[in-house]
């Protein structure tokens, strides 16, 4: 049965920066692509990054490209998220996903209960 259980999140001020991590199981987390997804409340999922299994070809959404760094540990099965420079828009539940498609956005829906990021000054 495939696992993601989301951890990290937090209170934290605007500008400040917080690391997420994503501890996987189940299946083979070294063979699959992977990303962060997140939910504002009252909004849909947005994308927000994406990486192969590997971690050599990484992608970002327009909203958080030069603030956000995604990379992975295939070692310890856990795929991570480092924010900085965070604003009051980046407050949402974050949830890292499996990748189905040719796409980073093709991801399934998330399986694990998410890690909240709240912005606030």
């Known amino acids: 049965e495939v696992q993601l259980v989301e951890s990290g999140g937090g209170l934290v001020q605007p500008g400040g920066s917080l690391r997420l991590s994503c501890t996987a199981s189940?299946?083979?987390?070294?063979?699959?692509?992977m990303s962060w997804v997140r939910q504002a409340p009252g909004k849909e999922l947005e994308w927000v990054a994406g990486?192969?299994?590997?971690?050599?070809?990484?992608e970002y959404a327009d909203s958080v490209k030069g603030r956000f760094i995604i990379s992975r540990d295939n070692a310890k099965n856990t795929l991570y998220l480092q924010m900085n420079s965070l604003v009051t828009e980046d407050t949402a539940m974050y949830y890292c996903?499996?990748?189905?498609?040719?796409?980073?956005?093709?991801?399934?829906?998330?399986r694990g209960q998410g890690t909240q990021v709240t912005v606030s000054s």
């Open positions: 189940g299946f083979n987390f070294a063979f699959s692509a």
């Open positions: 996903a499996t990748v189905r498609g040719p796409s980073y956005t093709d991801y399934d829906m998330p």
């Open positions: 990486i192969n299994n590997l971690g050599r070809y990484i």
